[in-house]
């Protein structure tokens, strides 16, 4: 059936779901929109809302809050009951979708005129190609079908007074977990009802892009926005696995799609970041917008310069210990601008003086030397030592004088120092560009060097919490923070304790009004101490604050950084790939780790090697052949590769 476009009677059942209960800003933008074109906003959330959500999303209509149980499948399920299925037909369409889309980029009026004019029974906004197999176990079909994604399916008169639509939704099972709601409801959906008879459509039609990608809204979305008109994007697109991503795409996708939708539409990005950033992990955020920053170390405009530093208050903070390397430190200083204030602290009367007799020449708007407990280190001449100031600056750079002298030979400590200084004071006009690099970003909240990865720290990357996890979860619970925090994921932090950030974004760690006392007594040189969790809390700091952190290099050390970590890549996968793993980094990692479990039992390499031979030497149909009646004997659950996409 056709729709007449002015008088047609749509209702929208709106899934919501947030873990605090918290309605973020883009929702009700989303909804403004919406609500011009249909007649009945009806909203279910499951779990929980906030006071303000529930005022929130009553402005639009009836608000249902329910348990949280049956996903966005039995909250469908739920408002339909709540409707009667007599009531249900006296609307033209009846759409259900969900917050897990954002918008919209173009207004839905565009939407809906294009979709009122095609004689369906059901569409949707996008589509998810053919996968062969079945990865969730659900599949009446041993495949997943095409099928318009969940996320929005209008269903017209036609489909909704039909007795198979309402004995679909009458027997729909309980829903126990996220496979049963793909596996169970939206991989099947389109292709039940079309065997039926009944007839679909999608506004975003890529089916010339069905060999480019499965799933074009999260591979390629910003080709979608330009060339196809889609209105949505998914929220997904910013935490989305890294390894499937990086089995379809470069890495890309996603900052694509932020730059286009901040350059090319009127969307406010700021939906963007205060939704991403209150509810999951840094890691994820900074790999998939791809939030390094290589900056020039020789090029910057002087005028500008001075302009943002007039309109911005520049500081630094920095702690100095060693009295044999105070011209060096002296030449780091240097660095800032000459309109800087600049605050050096230390903990002895004799180092003081010394430091006041080198530095006397700097050239900076304001130079105060500051003695300070040696309780702390560092840690504490930035938390304690310069607190009753540090709220007045705009954007300040924090650093210290660093010997390594516990790792041999020296020139491993000297590069791990040589790191950090290069990619946080290396020259005036990298300086000059991070100052300018945090004017741009307005949510850029810590700036910090890449971790070390050379000699004995070669480690670190894998291992970045080392023995500190425990402790600075601690002192995320005592600080209140809400952000995701993750032993199997990475903090952004500064693991040389060196680093640019905004002050105000660091005011959740302030808050706390530090003494010398909090700190251990020195020496102190055991890991796992407050001072190495301060060291990972920056990061999550500025994220409970609204602000994200980011990884920092000069443009020549950035070329340093990037044939190192060729040079370790292409090492490990000459070793894997010659002895028959891969070639998906996946593979890899899956394999390598099953080869490590099984090398103690003599049975089990036995079975792995058979299975490697026969994978070799068997045609391929006939060797999956003899591992799915393996699977199915030994009562496995049959999982292809695809790719994971949200319900």
Partial sequence: ????????????????????????????????????????????????????????????????????????????????????????????????????????????????????????????????????????????????????????????????????????????????????????????????????????????????????????????????????????????????????????????????????????????????????????????????????????????DKERLMQQTKQNKVALVMHLYFEDLLEDSYRRVSMMPENADIYLTTDTEQKKAAIEKVFAKLPCNKLEVRLIQNRGRDVSSLLVGVKDVIMEYDIVCFAHDKKTAQVKPGTVGASFAYKCFENTLSSKAYVANVIDTFVKNPRLGLLTPPEPNHSAFFTTIGFEWGPNFNVTKGLAKELGLSVPISVNMPPIAPLGTMFWFRPKAMRPLYAKDWEYEDFPPEPNKIDGTLLHAIERIYPFIVQEAGYYPSVGMTDKFAAIEYNNLRYYVRGYNQVLVNHGIGPFYDQMILKLNQIIVLRGSFKQVIKYRTKCYMKRYLPKKLYNSIMRKWKRAKGYQEFNEVEVKES
């Fill in 1 to 300: 059936m056709k729709i007449e476009s002015g008088n047609a009677k749509r209702l929208a059942l709106f899934f919501f779901y947030d873990k605090k209960g918290i309605v973020d800003r883009y929702v009700p933008y989303f909804l403004d929109d919406l609500k011009k074109n249909v007649t009945e906003i009806f909203t279910v959330c499951n779990g929980k809302l906030t006071k303000d959500g529930e005022k929130i999303l009553e402005q639009y209509g009836q608000v249902l809050v329910r348990e949280n149980k049956g996903f966005d499948v039995w909250a469908y399920k739920t408002a339909m009951e709540q409707y009667g299925w007599e009531k249900l037909q006296e609307y033209d369409e009846v759409i259900m979708l969900n917050n897990t889309i954002m918008g919209p980029v173009y207004p839905f009026q565009e939407t809906f005129e294009k979709m009122d004019r095609q004689d369906l029974d059901f569409w949707g906004l996008t589509e998810y190609f053919k996968i062969k197999g079945d990865p969730f176990g659900y599949s009446p079909y041993g495949y997943l079908p095409d099928h318009i994604q969940s996320h929005w399916i209008a269903c017209r008169r036609s489909l909704v007074s039909s007795r198979e639509f309402q004995e679909y939704w009458d027997k729909m099972p309980m829903i126990e977990d996220y496979m049963q709601a793909v596996g169970k409801h939206e991989s099947i959906f389109t292709k039940k009802f079309a065997d039926m008879g009944y007839k679909w459509g999608v506004s975003v039609d890529c089916e010339d892009l069905r060999d480019y990608s499965g799933y074009p809204l999260m591979m390629c979305p910003k080709k979608l926005l330009e060339e196809y008109r889609c209105p949505i994007f998914k929220k997904r697109s910013f935490f989305h696995m890294e390894s499937d991503y990086l089995k379809n795409t470069t890495g890309e996708q996603t900052s694509e799609l932020f730059d286009y939708v901040k350059n090319e539409t009127d969307y406010d990005v700021d939906f963007i970041w205060e939704t991403i950033l209150r509810n999951y992990h840094q890691y994820d955020i900074v790999k998939n917008l791809n939030l390094t920053y290589i900056l020039s170390n020789s090029e910057y």
